[in-house]
């Protein structure tokens, strides 16, 4: 079965950037559509960005449009999210997700089989 693994995450000064990686094992991520969340403390899951499968499809929520970009290197079986432009309200575990659907993503939770353990991200001063 698909094993997500994410890393990358760390403290960094608002404006700054950094960027996270969501690792495969046992399966090939050019096969599933991945999408990026993160939830913060007392808050709802939230979709962050996805890429699919099958397409060259990509989703960005309004909160992070451009200044997140979604990427995959197939060769190292990893998708990215490069994040810039880093604001306080960006804090929070992220988590990178897996679903077999062909032909597009979602940024719904609900819509995700696999999942990571999350990277922790804190913007501060």
């Known amino acids: 079965q698909l094993h997500l693994a994410e890393s990358g995450g760390g403290l960094v000064q608002p404006g700054g950037s950094l960027r996270l990686s969501c690792a495969g094992s046992?399966?090939?991520?050019?096969?599933?559509?991945i999408g990026w969340f993160r939830q913060a403390p007392g808050k709802e899951r939230e979709g962050v960005s996805c890429?699919?499968?099958?397409?060259?499809?990509?989703y960005y929520a309004d909160s992070v449009k451009g200044r997140f970009t979604i990427s995959r290197d197939n060769a190292k079986n990893t998708v990215y999210l490069q994040m810039n432009s880093l604001k306080p309200g960006d804090a929070a575990v992220y988590y990178c997700?897996?679903?077999?659907?062909?032909?597009?993503?979602?940024?719904?939770?609900?819509?995700?089989?696999?999942w990571g353990q999350g990277t922790q991200v804190t913007v501060s001063s």
């Open positions: 997700a897996a679903t077999d659907y062909w032909g597009g993503c979602s940024l719904g939770p609900d819509e995700y089989d696999y």
């Open positions: 046992r399966s090939t991520l050019r096969d599933y559509a």
């Open positions: 890429v699919a499968s099958g397409e060259k499809t990509t």
